[in-house]
């Protein structure tokens, strides 16, 4: 199972003849399977801190975390709700001027909402208003924070070699028992014992949990030393608070994309669509396919690349154009780049020289993707 991909990569710089060694690299040997920067948040505060702080059984700090006040909030009602919450610890004062927002179904609503019918003392119960899926959210991004820093370390450390005590799935075992019943998950993960056996891409690396085997190599030792600088153990994942049980779970280190085809088009306004809906492709889309001219991009004031690809579920699609493109893909540096349409046309190397802007806690791996180039 996975999704199928269409993209357009608007204002690309380079020809069609630059890309294309990128392009068959990527196809051959896919990207580092990272979890994506929206994995982590878009806010003031990242997801991945209060997933820390909900591992560690901090209920006071995960409360103090979501409702604290944001530098650049952009909703008034939320703005005013946080500072009332910092000023006065008042709950029902603050969620008063979320209601009169509309904003009171919000993560900070509901549990504003939980915060005011509770016990002072209950922290449990109130964040128990916002949905259980909304707070595991919190609890496997910090989970895919440290996937993300040992994948880094360990392509750092050894590159594209097979290590002996890595984990990979075992070859032709069934899912199912003969008596129907499905087998754990690490039934079917077994150690390397011969590296020569296996490429870069059967390596899987544990999402760290309490029921995950581990690489029998110094991998386990990286998560350690990780959980151990904020204070956590394995066995931190096992909670008194049964939501917050964490087995755990396993990923590719790399991953392949499918089916890749591309192409570079040329187009002359840059708010013009650049992809056929499956609308227009029912209507057959004669004025939206005649606008997009993949002749000679040279008579053209843009060019886009227009990318289809395949990927296994929960692989991110902005980590693999990351891979492509050698740029950042968080929301900011996003905007950035689809800015162009205002820059001046005078100043065209603005746009290309884009910096890259991360958060410190991510900065590693974006930095590591690199070390996978075209040779």
């Avoid at 910092?86 to 909402?113: H, M, N």
């Avoid at 004669?286 to 002749?295: C, F, L, N, T």
């Amino acid at each position: 199972s996975g999704n199928r991909f269409e993209l357009a990569i608007r204002n690309i710089g380079v020809t069609e003849e630059a890309i294309k060694p990128a392009l068959e690299y990527f196809t051959k040997e896919g990207f580092i399977n990272y979890f994506g920067t929206q994995r982590f948040g878009t806010t003031g505060v990242p997801t991945h801190h209060v997933g820390k702080e909900m591992i560690s059984s901090n209920f006071t700090k995960v409360i103090d975390l979501i409702l604290k006040p944001r530098e650049f909030e952009n909703n008034f009602a939320l703005k005013e709700a946080r500072k009332t919450w910092a000023d006065s610890g008042d709950p029902q004062k603050a969620l008063e001027i979320l209601r009169k927002g509309r904003k009171d179904r919000t993560v900070e609503g509901k549990l504003l909402y939980g915060l005011s019918r509770r016990h002072k003392n209950d922290q449990v119960g109130a964040l128990d208003e916002i949905p259980r899926q909304q707070r595991l959210l919190y609890c496997h991004a910090y989970q895919s924070y440290l996937w993300n820093k040992v994948v880094s370390r360990r392509i750092r450390t050894y590159g594209m070699k097979v290590l002996k005590g890595d984990l990979v799935n075992k070859k032709k075992e069934d899912m199912v028992e003969e008596n129907g019943e499905q087998r754990s998950k690490e039934e079917y993960i077994e150690h390397v014992e011969d590296p020569d056996s296996y490429t870069i891409h059967d390596i899987l690396i544990p999402i760290p949990g309490c029921k995950v085997k581990f690489p029998e190599n110094e991998m386990k030792l990286w998560f350690d030393e990780l959980l151990g600088e904020d204070g956590l153990t394995m066995d931190s994942f096992v909670s008194s608070v049964k939501t917050y049980n964490l087995p755990g779970d396993y990923r590719n280190m790399l991953v392949k994309p499918g089916d890749v085809t591309w192409r570079v088009v040329g187009y002359d306004d840059a708010t013009e669509d650049l992809i056929v809906s499956d609308k227009e492709s029912m209507e057959k889309a004669r004025g939206v396919s005649e606008k997009i001219d993949p002749g000679k991009t040279e008579d053209h004031k843009y060019k886009a690349l227009i990318l289809n690809m395949s990927l296994p579920s929960s692989c991110y699609a902005t980590m693999a154009l990351r891979e492509i493109l050698r740029v950042e893909t968080d929301k900011n540096s996003m905007m950035k780049l689809n800015n162009y349409k205002n820059a001046s046309e005078d100043t065209p190397e603005a746009i290309n020289d884009l910096k890259r802007e991360c958060d410190d806690d991510t900065e590693e791996e974006q930095s590591t993707a690199k070390l996978l180039k075209v040779q």
